[in-house]
Protein backbone atom coordinates (compact mmCIF):
# COMPACT_ATOMS: atom_id res chain seq x y z
CA UNK A 1 0.00 0.00 0.00
CA UNK A 2 1.65 3.34 -0.86
CA UNK A 3 2.08 6.30 1.63
CA UNK A 4 -1.03 8.83 1.81
CA UNK A 5 0.05 12.03 0.60
CA UNK A 6 -2.75 13.54 2.97
CA UNK A 7 -3.88 11.87 5.89
CA UNK A 8 -7.12 12.67 7.82
CA UNK A 9 -6.90 11.20 11.75
CA UNK A 10 -9.89 12.16 14.08
CA UNK A 11 -10.13 15.79 12.52
CA UNK A 12 -13.11 18.04 14.55
CA UNK A 13 -13.95 21.81 13.80
CA UNK A 14 -15.32 24.12 16.06
CA UNK A 15 -16.33 27.80 16.37
CA UNK A 16 -17.36 28.93 19.92
CA UNK A 17 -20.19 26.63 20.82
CA UNK A 18 -20.97 25.10 17.52
CA UNK A 19 -19.46 22.24 15.53
CA UNK A 20 -19.09 22.14 11.89
CA UNK A 21 -17.84 18.64 11.93
CA UNK A 22 -16.36 15.86 14.31
CA UNK A 23 -13.92 13.32 13.89
CA UNK A 24 -13.36 13.07 10.24
CA UNK A 25 -10.51 10.13 9.51
CA UNK A 26 -9.80 9.19 5.78
CA UNK A 27 -6.67 8.64 3.08
CA UNK A 28 -6.01 10.63 0.04
CA UNK A 29 -3.50 8.38 -2.35
CA UNK A 30 -1.45 8.78 -4.86
CA UNK A 31 -3.06 9.12 -8.12
CA UNK A 32 -6.50 9.04 -6.27
CA UNK A 33 -9.72 10.74 -7.15
CA UNK A 34 -12.38 11.22 -4.22
CA UNK A 35 -15.84 13.64 -4.72
CA UNK A 36 -16.64 14.82 -1.50
CA UNK A 37 -19.81 15.66 -1.39
CA UNK A 38 -22.54 17.10 1.57
CA UNK A 39 -25.45 19.25 1.67
CA UNK A 40 -24.71 23.46 2.16
CA UNK A 41 -23.21 23.99 5.02
CA UNK A 42 -22.26 20.75 5.91
CA UNK A 43 -18.45 21.71 6.36
CA UNK A 44 -16.81 21.28 2.95
CA UNK A 45 -15.20 24.48 1.81
CA UNK A 46 -13.97 24.41 6.19
CA UNK A 47 -12.54 21.19 5.68
CA UNK A 48 -10.66 22.16 2.63
CA UNK A 49 -9.47 25.54 4.23
CA UNK A 50 -7.90 23.10 6.70
CA UNK A 51 -6.36 20.74 4.28
CA UNK A 52 -4.74 23.44 2.55
CA UNK A 53 -3.00 24.89 6.00
CA UNK A 54 -5.44 28.20 5.97
CA UNK A 55 -7.29 27.59 9.06
CA UNK A 56 -6.48 24.96 12.10
CA UNK A 57 -8.48 21.62 13.53
CA UNK A 58 -10.03 21.83 16.38
CA UNK A 59 -8.77 18.33 17.48
CA UNK A 60 -7.54 15.62 15.25
CA UNK A 61 -4.44 15.44 13.22
CA UNK A 62 -3.35 16.33 9.26
CA UNK A 63 -0.31 14.75 7.63
CA UNK A 64 1.27 15.42 3.80
CA UNK A 65 3.22 12.56 3.55
CA UNK A 66 3.22 10.99 6.74
CA UNK A 67 4.37 14.33 8.12
CA UNK A 68 2.29 16.57 10.60
CA UNK A 69 1.17 19.51 8.94
CA UNK A 70 2.90 21.87 11.56
CA UNK A 71 5.90 20.06 11.30
CA UNK A 72 6.17 20.22 7.43
CA UNK A 73 3.84 23.68 6.67
CA UNK A 74 6.71 25.17 3.78
CA UNK A 75 6.05 21.70 2.33
CA UNK A 76 2.64 21.64 2.43
CA UNK A 77 2.00 24.85 1.14
CA UNK A 78 4.10 23.73 -2.23
CA UNK A 79 2.28 20.76 -2.91
CA UNK A 80 -1.11 20.82 -2.10
CA UNK A 81 -2.80 23.98 -4.01
CA UNK A 82 -6.92 25.05 -2.91
CA UNK A 83 -9.44 26.15 -5.89
CA UNK A 84 -11.76 27.66 -4.36
CA UNK A 85 -14.26 30.67 -4.61
CA UNK A 86 -12.32 33.51 -4.28
CA UNK A 87 -10.01 34.73 -6.69
CA UNK A 88 -6.94 35.82 -5.02
CA UNK A 89 -5.99 37.73 -7.90
CA UNK A 90 -5.33 41.71 -8.76
CA UNK A 91 -7.58 43.25 -10.88
CA UNK A 92 -5.68 45.91 -11.87
CA UNK A 93 -2.66 44.05 -12.98
CA UNK A 94 -2.26 41.56 -16.22
CA UNK A 95 -2.79 37.57 -16.33
CA UNK A 96 0.90 37.62 -16.82
CA UNK A 97 1.91 39.81 -13.80
CA UNK A 98 -0.46 37.75 -11.33
CA UNK A 99 1.38 34.66 -12.33
CA UNK A 100 4.76 36.43 -11.81
CA UNK A 101 4.01 37.60 -8.49
CA UNK A 102 2.53 34.57 -7.63
CA UNK A 103 5.21 32.27 -9.12
CA UNK A 104 8.01 34.66 -7.32
CA UNK A 105 6.00 33.73 -4.14
CA UNK A 106 6.83 30.20 -5.01
CA UNK A 107 10.14 30.08 -5.92
CA UNK A 108 9.22 28.73 -9.56
CA UNK A 109 12.19 28.20 -11.86
CA UNK A 110 12.06 30.08 -15.25
CA UNK A 111 9.37 31.89 -13.93
CA UNK A 112 9.04 33.89 -17.14
CA UNK A 113 9.12 30.80 -19.65
CA UNK A 114 6.60 28.36 -16.97
CA UNK A 115 4.30 30.92 -16.82
CA UNK A 116 3.39 31.08 -20.79
CA UNK A 117 3.41 27.17 -21.13
CA UNK A 118 0.99 27.43 -18.38
CA UNK A 119 -1.36 30.59 -20.01
CA UNK A 120 -1.07 28.41 -23.26
CA UNK A 121 -2.37 25.69 -21.49
CA UNK A 122 -5.55 27.23 -19.98
CA UNK A 123 -5.94 29.43 -23.56
CA UNK A 124 -5.47 32.72 -22.04
CA UNK A 125 -2.30 33.80 -24.33
CA UNK A 126 -3.99 36.04 -26.01
CA UNK A 127 -4.91 38.07 -23.64
CA UNK A 128 -2.64 37.55 -20.90
CA UNK A 129 -1.65 41.86 -21.32
CA UNK A 130 -4.99 42.41 -20.44
CA UNK A 131 -5.76 43.45 -16.71
CA UNK A 132 -7.85 40.70 -15.30
CA UNK A 133 -10.52 43.38 -14.38
CA UNK A 134 -11.46 43.24 -17.77
CA UNK A 135 -12.04 39.28 -17.76
CA UNK A 136 -15.17 37.33 -18.67
CA UNK A 137 -16.25 34.84 -15.41
CA UNK A 138 -14.79 32.27 -17.20
CA UNK A 139 -11.19 33.62 -17.84
CA UNK A 140 -10.91 34.45 -14.43
CA UNK A 141 -12.04 30.65 -13.62
CA UNK A 142 -9.13 29.77 -15.96
CA UNK A 143 -6.75 31.79 -14.94
CA UNK A 144 -7.37 30.69 -11.20
CA UNK A 145 -6.72 27.22 -12.47
CA UNK A 146 -3.25 28.41 -14.05
CA UNK A 147 -2.20 29.62 -10.72
CA UNK A 148 -2.85 26.18 -9.30
CA UNK A 149 -0.87 24.89 -12.30
CA UNK A 150 1.51 26.85 -12.11
CA UNK A 151 3.13 25.82 -8.31
CA UNK A 152 3.23 21.93 -9.86
CA UNK A 153 1.47 20.86 -6.86
CA UNK A 154 0.86 16.99 -5.52
CA UNK A 155 -2.78 17.47 -4.52
CA UNK A 156 -5.22 19.77 -5.53
CA UNK A 157 -8.36 20.68 -3.53
CA UNK A 158 -10.88 21.93 -6.01
CA UNK A 159 -14.40 23.57 -4.80
CA UNK A 160 -16.90 24.11 -7.51
CA UNK A 161 -14.01 24.58 -10.26
CA UNK A 162 -16.67 23.93 -12.81
CA UNK A 163 -18.55 27.31 -12.39
CA UNK A 164 -17.87 29.89 -14.77
CA UNK A 165 -16.66 27.16 -17.65
CA UNK A 166 -18.06 26.91 -21.16
CA UNK A 167 -18.47 23.59 -22.57
CA UNK A 168 -14.96 23.60 -24.16
CA UNK A 169 -13.33 24.68 -21.21
CA UNK A 170 -14.74 22.13 -18.70
CA UNK A 171 -14.17 18.95 -21.44
CA UNK A 172 -10.52 20.71 -21.59
CA UNK A 173 -10.28 20.65 -17.69
CA UNK A 174 -11.72 17.28 -17.21
CA UNK A 175 -8.58 16.06 -19.17
CA UNK A 176 -6.27 18.13 -17.62
CA UNK A 177 -7.53 16.56 -14.41
CA UNK A 178 -6.99 12.82 -16.26
CA UNK A 179 -3.54 13.68 -17.00
CA UNK A 180 -2.83 15.16 -13.36
CA UNK A 181 -3.35 11.72 -11.90
CA UNK A 182 -1.53 9.66 -14.14
CA UNK A 183 1.59 11.86 -13.21
CA UNK A 184 0.87 10.32 -9.32
CA UNK A 185 -1.35 13.74 -8.52
CA UNK A 186 -4.30 12.88 -6.06
CA UNK A 187 -7.43 15.56 -5.94
CA UNK A 188 -10.38 16.09 -4.27
CA UNK A 189 -13.37 17.76 -5.67
CA UNK A 190 -16.57 19.59 -4.37
CA UNK A 191 -19.30 20.04 -6.40
CA UNK A 192 -23.08 20.07 -7.17
CA UNK A 193 -22.27 18.68 -10.90
CA UNK A 194 -22.03 15.14 -9.66
CA UNK A 195 -22.16 13.90 -13.28
CA UNK A 196 -18.68 15.31 -13.94
CA UNK A 197 -17.46 14.53 -10.26
CA UNK A 198 -18.64 10.43 -10.77
CA UNK A 199 -16.84 10.54 -14.59
CA UNK A 200 -13.44 10.55 -12.64
CA UNK A 201 -13.92 10.14 -8.99
CA UNK A 202 -12.60 6.59 -7.86
CA UNK A 203 -14.53 7.04 -4.65
CA UNK A 204 -17.37 9.22 -2.90
CA UNK A 205 -17.22 10.73 0.60
CA UNK A 206 -20.41 12.52 1.90
CA UNK A 207 -20.25 14.37 4.72
CA UNK A 208 -23.80 14.76 6.51
CA UNK A 209 -24.76 16.17 9.90
CA UNK A 210 -21.69 16.63 11.55
CA UNK A 211 -19.96 13.72 10.40
CA UNK A 212 -18.39 11.39 7.87
CA UNK A 213 -20.99 9.26 7.10
CA UNK A 214 -20.40 7.36 3.62
CA UNK A 215 -16.96 6.34 1.90
CA UNK A 216 -17.80 3.90 -0.85
CA UNK A 217 -16.01 3.53 -4.09
CA UNK A 218 -17.55 5.31 -7.09
CA UNK A 219 -18.10 2.18 -9.13
CA UNK A 220 -21.49 2.46 -10.68
CA UNK A 221 -22.99 5.57 -8.54
CA UNK A 222 -24.96 7.75 -10.31
CA UNK A 223 -26.36 11.54 -9.15
CA UNK A 224 -29.50 10.43 -8.47
CA UNK A 225 -28.19 8.18 -5.32
CA UNK A 226 -25.70 10.57 -4.37
CA UNK A 227 -28.18 13.40 -3.98
CA UNK A 228 -30.27 10.70 -2.01
CA UNK A 229 -27.66 10.21 0.54
CA UNK A 230 -27.95 14.29 1.15
CA UNK A 231 -32.13 13.83 1.77
CA UNK A 232 -31.35 11.14 4.27
CA UNK A 233 -32.14 12.20 7.85
Known amino acids: MPTP ?16 FQQVTFNLFPEEFILL ?3 NGAGKSTLFRLLSSLSHPSSGTLRFNSCPYRECLPEVRS ?8 SR ?4 LSAMENLHIFGT ?3 IPKLEQRTNSVLDKVGLVIAKTLPVRT ?9 MIAHMILINPKVLLLDE ?6 TSSVAWFQAHLKQFRKSGGAIILITHQLDLGL ?17 VPATGLTPETCSGWLEAP
Open 199 to 215: ELADRVLVLHQQHLLRD
Open 105 to 107: LYN
Open 37 to 39: IGN
Open 89 to 92: LYPD
Open 79 to 86: NVAFLGHE
Open 161 to 166: PYTGLD
Open 5 to 20: LLSIEQVSKRFGYHTI
Open 135 to 143: YSSGMTKRL
